[in-house]
T-cell receptor
């Protein structure tokens, strides 16, 4: 079945550091890919998405590129802020959403 | 923000008691979902609905039932709560979106219900 594997963390960074969260997937079809973010005490919010190979999703300084050849959708941000502290989930959607386990990111001032 | 509310937001109950969680939407979306979130597991789908009175099981449906009698409401019932059902429960809604020739399913999440079963 469809599945998502992401680096588990936790990840702790200093402000202005570079962030990468790895995500790889297994799917029998041709899924769309998503990154969701969950801030403390809140529900999940869509951060960005990509619906086909080589698409780049971007939002709030975060980027991820849909790589079909490596079945990956790694999340990157060039300069993180304290407000980026959250749990990040990679997900794929074929006929339903399948989530990775989540990566907790803490950014220190 | 998508109009999704969940009630109650917090609940503590005892093993063996029935519990019903409610999800209400004002977006008139066709699809509604119930997930549970547990450390190390991400979100796991319990049940989902693709229309009024149309529901199906997800990957962790044992011990749960759902009902959808109106487009805007999706109820999750634990018939006899167990300690293993202590979790945070999220409702989500979606409609299909289209990007070029691709159809995708973007979901919007409610604020969650924290359930503790003692």
């Amino acid at each position: 079945g469809d599945s998502v594997t992401q680096m588990e963390g936790p990840v702790t960074l200093s402000e202005e550091a570079f962030l990468t969260i790895n995500c790889t997937y297994t799917a029998t079809g041709y899924p769309s890919l998503f990154w969701y973010v969950q801030y403390p005490g809140e529900g999940l919010q869509l951060l960005l998405k990509a619906t086909k190979a080589d698409d780049k999703g971007s939002n709030k300084g975060f980027e991820a590129t849909y790589r079909k050849e490596t079945t990956s959708f790694h999340l990157e941000k060039g300069s993180v802020q304290v407000s980026d502290s959250a749990v990040y989930f990679c997900a794929l959607n074929d006929y339903k959403l399948s989530f990775g386990a989540g990566t907790t990111v803490t950014v220190r001032a | 923000d998508a109009g999704i509310t969940q009630s109650p937001r917090h609940k503590v109950t005892e093993t063996g008691t029935p519990v019903t969680l409610r999800c209400h939407q004002t977006e008139n979306h066709r699809y509604m979902y119930w997930y549970r979130q547990d450390p190390g597991h991400g979100l796991r789908l319990i049940h989902y609905s693709y229309g009024v009175k149309d529901t199906d099981k997800g990957e962790v449906s044992d011990g749960y039932s759902v009902s959808r009698s109106k487009t805007e409401d999706f109820l999750l019932t634990l018939e006899s709560a167990t300690s293993s059902q202590t979790s945070v429960y999220f409702c989500a809604i979606s409609e299909s979106g289209t990007s070029g020739t691709r159809t995708y399913n973007e979901q919007f999440f409610g604020p969650g219900t924290r359930l503790t079963v003692l």
